[in-house]
C-alpha cells in the first residue's frame, strides 16, 4: 500500500511540476531562438506569435516522444545521463579552455591538456550513456 500511495503522490507532484519546469524551458528557448531586440513589450506581430506557436508545439512534441518511450527509468537515465554528464564533465573544461584562450590571446597552453581529457572523458560518458539507455530501451 505504501509503494502505490508513493507512487500516486510522485504522479501528483508531476502534474503540478511540470507546467512549471515547462514554461521555464519554453521561455529560454524562445530566449535563444527568437530575436525581440528593438521591439516594444506591447508589440507582437504576427510573425513573432506564429514562432512562438513553434516552438511551444515543438517543446510539447518532444515531451509526448519521450513519454513514448518504455518506463520511466529509461527517460531518467537518458535525461539525466546527458544532462548531468555534460554539465559535469563537458561545460566546466570548455569554460576553462575558453578563458585560458581569452587570457593568453587565444594561444595552447599546455594547463589546457588535463581540460581537454576532461571534457573528453565527458564525452565518452554522454555518449555510453545514451548507446546503452537506447540499447536497453529498443530490446
Known amino acids: 500500500p505504501y509503494l502505490s500511495a508513493l507512487k500516486i503522490l510522485l504522479c501528483v507532484d508531476l502534474l503540478f511540476t511540470f507546467p512549471v519546469v515547462f514554461s521555464s524551458g519554453r521561455q529560454i528557448l524562445e530566449n535563444v531562438l527568437l530575436d525581440e531586440s528593438?521591439?516594444?513589450?506591447?508589440?507582437?506581430?504576427?510573425?513573432?506569435?506564429?514562432?512562438?506557436?513553434?516552438?511551444?508545439?515543438?517543446?510539447?512534441?518532444?515531451?509526448?516522444?519521450?513519454?513514448?518511450?518504455?518506463?520511466?527509468?529509461?527517460?531518467a537515465n537518458l535525461v539525466g545521463g546527458v544532462a548531468q554528464g555534460t554539465l559535469a564533465f563537458i561545460i566546466p573544461p570548455a569554460i576553462a579552455v575558453a578563458l585560458s584562450r581569452r587570457s593568453s590571446n587565444g594561444i595552447f597552453d599546455a594547463s589546457e591538456i588535463s581540460q581537454w581529457l576532461i571534457g573528453g572523458f565527458g564525452v565518452a560518458v554522454v555518449s555510453s550513456v545514451t548507446y546503452f539507455t537506447l540499447a536497453e530501451s529498443l530490446r
Not at 43 to 71: D, K, P, Y
Open 38 to 75: 528593438g521591439k516594444e513589450e506591447d508589440e507582437e506581430t504576427m510573425s513573432l506569435a506564429l514562432s512562438r506557436a513553434a516552438i511551444t508545439s515543438g517543446a510539447v512534441a518532444t515531451c509526448f516522444g519521450l513519454s513514448q518511450v518504455g518506463g520511466f527509468g529509461v527517460v
